[in-house]
């Protein structure tokens, strides 16, 4: 190996080093806030660690309501992902496979709807669902957030690169729409849809701007914005914020660690779409 190539080499290591442990600066030091006591993280500010304190995730458990707010971010994050891939499935068939008039048109919109920025629709979405009394509901969390258009794109390039021959071969054998899309097609494509799934779990799991304008009751709020409630009489609980923060991201954080592998090309897959 030349030394020139030796250097560049240690070079980019070096970089992508240092770009690391500016990655998870921030992430050691919620963990070593949230490990401390209250008086020590305000008294003692420090990067080294001092202690091993675990009364702010007890008081984080049994002291808030997070267990509640696990509830309805898996709640609202598995229905939106479940319904989210089905009618985008859907979609992307019809659009791909099907011809019937204004199909070509269909198509445009969903490309077209990139170019709207998802904060131009929220005082419209908001006024929606409070018009049909969905405030402080899973039903004004969750249907807001079904319309993912990267996934009908990703599904149908795939439904577009299928050979027509299996699907004329399936009309031969009798098969209906939906015996030719969950039968034969669906399981062709377990692998996109694993990613898709995981990607939208994680990303309906961290929304926060949407859940904190459309609940104000602290028994239907989801983690993301449980975390704003975590304060006492005398201002913010540095600890038991950072407890709470890091109970928070513990399941996306082991999906990501399952899946790495889907989650990455999920994201490689929108990235290429949206580009």
């Known amino acids: 190996m030349k030394s020139g190539t030796r250097l560049e080499n240690g070079i980019i290591t070096a970089f992508t080093l240092i770009v690391g442990l500016v990655w998870i600066f921030p992430l050691y030091w919620s963990f070593l806030t949230s490990v401390r006591s209250e008086e020590n993280v305000v008294t003692e500010p420090g990067i080294v660690p001092d202690e091993f304190n675990l009364s702010s995730y007890v008081d984080a458990l049994f002291n808030t309501k997070l267990l509640t707010w696990y509830f309805n971010s898996i709640g609202t994050a598995v229905i939106v992902t479940v319904v989210v891939l089905v009618i985008s499935m859907m979609c992307a068939y019809a659009i791909s496979q099907m011809q019937f008039p204004g199909r070509k048109l269909l198509y445009l919109v969903v490309l ?42 990703v599904y149908k390039q795939f439904f577009d690169a299928v050979p027509k021959e299996m699907r004329e071969a399936a009309v031969l054998d009798g098969g209906g729409e939906y015996t030719i899309l969950f039968k034969v097609y669906l399981p062709l494509n377990w692998g996109i849809t694993t990613a898709l799934a995981i990607v939208t779990f994680i990303g309906v799991w961290n929304s926060f701007f949407w859940p904190f304008l459309v609940i104000t009751s602290e028994d239907m709020m989801t983690i993301p ?18 407890a709470v923060a890091m109970l928070a991201a513990l399941p996306v954080v082991l999906a990501y660690l399952v899946f790495q592998r889907r989650v990455t090309e999920a994201v490689m897959i929108s990235s290429g779409v949206k580009g």
């Open 112 to 153: 077209a709807s990139f170019m709207v920025p998802a904060q131009a629709l929220v005082v419209t979405q908001f006024i929606l669902m409070n018009d049909l009394g969905l405030i402080n509901t899973w039903a004004g969390i969750i249907l807001p957030q079904l319309i993912v258009p990267v996934v009908i794109i």
């Open 225 to 242: 914005v449980g975390i704003t409630q975590v304060t006492d009489a005398f201002g913010i609980a540095y600890a038991r914020l950072m």
